[in-house]
């Protein structure tokens, strides 16, 4: 009798450690996806930097004056947040939003976060644009 009740001890002991196992197993899933996800950011980041965000805003409007300003946010645990806004005053519409789009496809590593568009009233197709574009990069 007390071998019986001690093989079913046994028994819900080991399905108890092969749900624990399939657990850690599902973490440890989990864990390396999240390090595929911040390998790829890492390589990205080097990618496209603020002075080629810059270029490819000018190439687009040439003549038009691009202000830029950088922000950045330290998030902890060797990360960053970087956040570039740009400034375009009396710009082609058309073209700038054709870069925008092109970038917001090639993401990561910059991520279009805001846009301000204001018409202008002197130049028909042209406009006053604000974009901040924001990416995920490794400290320093």
């Known amino acids: 009798m007390k071998t019986v009740a001690m093989l079913r001890a046994r028994a819900v002991q080991c399905r108890d450690r092969l749900q624990q196992l399939e657990q850690l197993q599902m973490i440890e899933e989990r864990s390396q996806r999240a390090e595929g996800a911040r390998a790829m950011v890492r390589a990205a980041a080097g990618a496209a930097g603020e002075a ?31 956040e570039n806004e740009f400034e375009l005053e009396d710009a082609p519409l058309e073209p700038v939003l054709e870069a925008v789009t092109a970038l917001e496809q090639e993401r990561p590593p910059w991520r279009l976060s805001a846009c301000d568009i204001r018409a202008s009233a002197s130049t028909p197709g042209n406009g006053h644009v604000v974009l901040i574009l924001t990416r995920l990069q490794p400290e320093g």
């Open 52 to 82: 080629d965000l810059e270029a490819r805003l000018k190439a687009v409007s040439p003549g038009v004056r691009v202000e830029m300003r950088r922000r950045t946010n330290a998030l902890g645990d060797g990360w960053t947040v970087c």
